[in-house]
């Protein structure tokens, strides 16, 4: 599981950078990477925080949510990864002290991973309020890049655990076939 996780993260490392410098990019030319105050859209007679800061702060946020997302996923494979063992050893003493194992180490992995990411996002918010003041147009704009960054490495962690997990179990069902003479989908086959 550890193996996968970083050779999977190598692959997102680089699609957070390049994302990142989209973002940066695309924000930061939407005035000309202007560094002037402008008037902010729901009060003409307030200046706003310029382009170019909506930017830096907007990949900054999708950075952090990203590296985020990215920490929640480790943290949950390997929670999950004991989980199972341990559920497998109460497994043997009975159904029902499995269940409780199960459940408990579920919630736990529920809990922290919700716990992390709202942790994170109170401090961005808190830290980007410092610059922005009272521009709240230009912070909710700047931290909506910490949803696109959690929600994209999200999904590609479910794409490519899926892809993983489909070609473990392809492999583990050839062994079985292949080797020990099993039937594809019989019982006595583990995979």
């Known amino acids: 599981a550890t193996s996968f996780l970083f050779t999977q993260y190598?692959?997102?490392?680089?699609f957070m950078v390049v994302f990142g410098a989209i973002i940066f990019l695309f924000l930061g030319s939407v005035?000309?990477?202007?560094?002037?105050?402008?008037?902010?859209?729901?009060?003409?007679?307030?200046?706003?925080?310029?382009?170019?800061?909506?930017?830096?702060?907007?990949?900054?946020?999708?950075?952090?949510?990203?590296?985020?997302?990215?920490?929640?996923?480790?943290?949950g494979m390997k929670i999950a990864t004991y989980a199972n063992a341990r559920t497998t050893l109460e497994a043997?003493?009975?159904v029902n002290r499995a269940f409780v194992v199960a459940?408990?180490?579920g919630s736990?992995?529920?809990?922290?991973?919700?716990?992390n990411g709202l942790l994170v996002l109170f401090v961005a918010i808190y830290l980007f309020k410092l610059y922005y003041g009272d521009d709240w147009e230009g912070l909710y704009e700047a931290i909506?890049?910490?949803?696109?960054?959690?929600?994209?490495?999200?999904?590609f962690g479910r794409v490519g655990g899926g892809i993983y997990t489909k070609a473990a179990d392809v492999g583990a069902d050839l062994v079985g076939k292949v080797e020990k003479n099993i039937p594809e989908d019989d019982p006595r086959n583990p995979a």
């Not at 307030?46 to 480790?74: D, E, H, M, Q, R």
């Not at 736990?108 to 716990?115: C, K, N, S």
């Not at 910490?146 to 999200?154: E, P, Q, V």
């Open 31 to 75: 005035k000309g990477f202007s560094t002037q105050p402008e008037p902010c859209a729901y009060d003409e007679q307030k200046l706003c925080k310029p382009a170019l800061a909506n930017a830096v702060f907007s990949t900054i946020a999708f950075l952090l949510g990203a590296l985020t997302s990215v920490f929640s996923g480790f943290l």
């Open 108 to 115: 736990v992995m529920g809990f922290l991973l919700a716990a």
């Open 144 to 155: 909506t890049g910490y949803g696109l960054g959690g929600s994209s490495m999200a999904l």
């Open 10 to 14: 190598k692959y997102l490392g680089v």
């Open 103 to 105: 459940f408990r180490s």
């Open 92 to 94: 043997r003493k009975g």
